[in-house]
């Protein structure tokens, strides 16, 4: 899988032609010729030796352990000394290199809708003592039983999900975390703009079903509604098995004097005395985990303070309401005890209207339809409170967030120390 040089490239394009066969029989044309051509001319500087770089990478028999061991792998043509000069004194558009990752064919739910997933992972660099802005990162089974603070590079990564049970994924964005970043502010930033990019690239378009966004329990999953309200998308989190939530208000008695009630009973969680009757209850029979009991219950929230994201907010805060899913199972296939999981799928106020949650379709979870758009209302910054606008029955404008700047507080995880990796 080579490329020929800037010189060949420009006297005859054929010479470009992959040697992996693709579908359709598109030799020339197929998805991943157009993929690699694409990424060759977003290397603007040392474009030759980046790429064969890459393609090292790419073809090496197993883990990449220094760019020397690259120069023997038989994509790289070139001496040891050009990867490590590639890193160092080449250039990469990012920005033009994200738009032609999006434009790639991305997976779709089996009923077309898509569905990214973000989490952190991180690059362990404990030797690494040189290295800036490393961040102890709590990591599993380095030893048995252990647990260990390792100094590492956290990365946030976007990613689009396949149907089924396969572990393929298909990624779509990657940032470093560095020192004092908000994970949650980074996050929002970085769905934001591979929103936008869907959208450009025209896999998102008005009337399709709105893209499903999924996190661990580590998301704050209604403020990420909550800054995200202006785009195409809904939000599915897992929540910790120790939250306790509030419902609404209860209606103000006549009469009453003082201050209104914002918040009413608690949720517990571990508590199923506070749960009371769901709103929607589901049995569905599988053949891996035996029956599953789905059930939720409407309009929980959590009850803000101002601390942390919301420390320099003045007045009240926003009543971020959702819908709290809890899911059993009577068996996993490893045959350990299954416990529950707990999804909260926040919405903002707009999208309410009273709608219950479609719990079962095909024997598995989904997400509630699609919301009505909003006329292109700007999202709301953790300064304002979200209020719902008018919508104009028959408008149905496409939700296409505003562009940000691509020069974030984060970088990207190609452009970390680049003097020390390729």
Known sequence: MIIPSCDSWKIDQRAAVISVPHAGGRLADGELSRFRRALYERLTRRADALFELADAVLCADGPVRSIAELSLVGEHR?????????????????????????????????????????????????EAHTARQRILCHTYGRGKDQHMMVPSWPCSVVVALEAGRGSWTAPLDAVRLTPGDDA????????????????????????????????????DGPRLAHVLADLPIV??????????LRRPAPPRAPGALGRPRRHGGEFVFGDPGTWGEPDVAAHVETRRYG???????????????????WAGRAGNLPILEGTVIRLQVDRLPSGAIPKPVWLDHPETPDARAGRPVDLVAAGHLQPTPARPPVGGRPAPTLEETAVAPTVVPGSPPARVSAPTPEHRSARTCSDVVPQNHA
């Open 78 to 126: 070139r001496g040891h000394g050009s990867g490590y000069a590639a890193p160092a004194r080449g250039g990469i558009d990012f920005v033009r290199l994200k738009t032609a990752l999006g434009a790639v064919s991305v997976p779709r739910a089996a009923d077309g809708r898509l569905v990214s997933a973000v989490d952190v992972t991180c690059w362990l660099r404990p």
């Open 184 to 219: 949650a502010t980074v996050t929002a930033a970085q769905v934001r703009g591979v929103v936008d990019r869907l959208i450009v690239v025209g896999h998102w378009r008005p009337g399709d079903p709105e893209i499903l966004l999924v996190a661990d329990a580590g998301y």
């Open 235 to 244: 939000v599915l989190v897992r929540m910790r098995s120790d939250r306790v």
């Open 291 to 309: 029956q599953a009991l789905v059930r939720a219950w409407d309009r929980l929230h959590p009850r803000l303070t101002h601390r942390i994201a």
